[in-house]
Structure formats: C-alpha cells, structure tokens
T-cell receptor, first 116, second 113 residues
Framework: AQKVTQAQTEISVVEKEDVTLDCVYE???????LFWYKQPPSGELVFLIR??????QNEISGRYSWNFQKSTSSFNFTITASQVVDSAVYFC?????????????FGAGTILRVKS | DGGITQSPKYLFRKEGQNVTLSCEQN?????MYWYRQDPGQGLRLIYY???????QKGDIAEGYSVSREKKESFPLTVTSAQKNPTAFYLC????????????FGAGTRLSVL
C-alpha cells in the first residue's frame, strides 16, 4: 500500500529564512504522481504542485522549489525567503490507482510557523 | 465562480443524532471525495465516488453514509454509529482520469454537544 511520511510535525522559522519540508513516500507503482498542498488557517487545501514519477527535473515557482529524488523516494519542498503568509499546514500526497478509481494518500502534514 | 461549496461551516451534533454535511461543486468534475481531518493525522478518506449513483468506501467509512444522485452533489451523513465524530471534514473533487489533481472545499467543522 502507498505511504507518505512527513517526519517534521512542526517547524518554526523567522521571516526571510529558507525552510525545507521533507516528504518520503513508499509505493510499488512504476507510474505515480506526487503532490504538495497548502492548508492556511482558513482550512481549505490549496493545490501547489503535481509531479509525475517520470519527471525528475526540479521545479521552481517564485519562492517555491521542489526537489524530487526517485532514488531516495523523496519529494522535498523548499520555501526561499519565507514570509508570514507562508504560515500554514503543508501536506504531501501520493497517487493510488485503486480498483474503483484514483485516490490520494496524504502525509500527516507539517505545520510551518513563520515569525516576523 | 467555479468551485466547491461546503455547508455549513460549523455543525453541532447531539448524542444519537444523524447530521448531514453538504458538498456541491460546479466544476463539472466526475469524481468527488470526503475526508476527515484530525489533529496530527492528516487527511483520511471516508468515501469517494467516480460517477453518479456509484460510490466506494474509503479507509474509515464506518459510521458514515453518502449518496450521489447528482453529479454536482455528494452529501455526507454522520450517523449515530460514529462514536467520535468531532473533526474537520473536507470535500474534494477531480476529473475522473488524467491529472489526478483534487480541488477542495473550505470544510465543515463538526462538534458534539
């Protein structure tokens, strides 16, 4: 079965520091997708990125970057020059193709607190 | 605006009472999902539906029921059999195949009186 581990329960940083959120996954599928979602205090999960297992190229979007390493089954997320608005819970997720359709398996989440 | 609407935002349940959480989407998505979120446990799948009039149990379906009579709607009933219903409930939808991305509503927080 699929499994996603986010070992960091909570991280606190001071504004403008860089921070990396770790995600390690387990799967027997050869083709799969990895995701990151952000959950601000309002509660709604916001989609950030989807990565195909065949595409190991790192991606950068503004202050956000993602490092996908198939060899270590990791998909880490880095925020550069963090801001208070980055404070949220961040979830890593892995695709699971079940008998009855597509599902996502979520990690436990990492609480990020950015202090001014 | 296209999106997913969950209501109510807050809900209180009395002992022995069934309560229904609403989830409506206007994204024309085929698949819909219900998750339960408890502190420190991430999201756990309760039920999901890929097409109208069909749905499947997720990992923690006991004490819950759903229906999918319309493409746009996927209500969740928390029955009296669910002994620990206090949690944050999130509804999501996605296209049935392809990009796998799920889009979420703002959630309903359920508490027991």
């Amino acid at each position: 079965a699929q499994k996603v581990t986010q070992a960091q329960t909570e991280i606190s940083v001071v504004e403008k520091e860089d921070v990396t959120l770790d995600c390690v996954y387990e799967t027997r599928d050869t083709t799969y997708y990895l995701f990151w979602y952000k959950q601000p205090p309002s509660g709604e999960l916001v989609f950030l990125i989807r990565r195909n297992s065949f595409d190991e190229q790192n991606e950068i979007s503004g202050r956000y970057s993602w490092n996908f390493q198939k060899s270590t089954s990791s998909f880490n997320f880095t925020i550069t020059a963090s801001q208070v608005v980055d404070s949220a819970v961040y979830f890593c997720a892995l695709s699971e193709l079940g008998e009855y359709g597509n599902k996502l398996v979520f990690g436990a989440g990492t609480i990020l607190r950015v202090k001014s | 605006d296209g999106g997913i609407t969950q209501s109510p935002k807050y809900l209180f349940r009395k002992e022995g009472q069934n309560v229904t959480l609403s989830c409506e989407q206007n994204l024309n998505h085929d698949a819909m999902y219900w998750y339960r979120q408890d502190p420190g446990q991430g999201l756990r799948l309760i039920y999901y539906s890929q097409i109208v009039n069909d749905f499947q149990k997720g990992d923690i379906a006991e004490g819950y029921s759903v229906s999918r009579e319309k493409k746009e709607s996927f209500p969740l009933t928390v029955t009296s059999a669910q002994k620990n219903p206090t949690a944050f409930y999130l509804c999501a939808s996605s296209i049935r195949s392809g990009n796998w991305i799920q889009y979420f509503g703002a959630g309903t927080r359920l508490s027991v009186l």
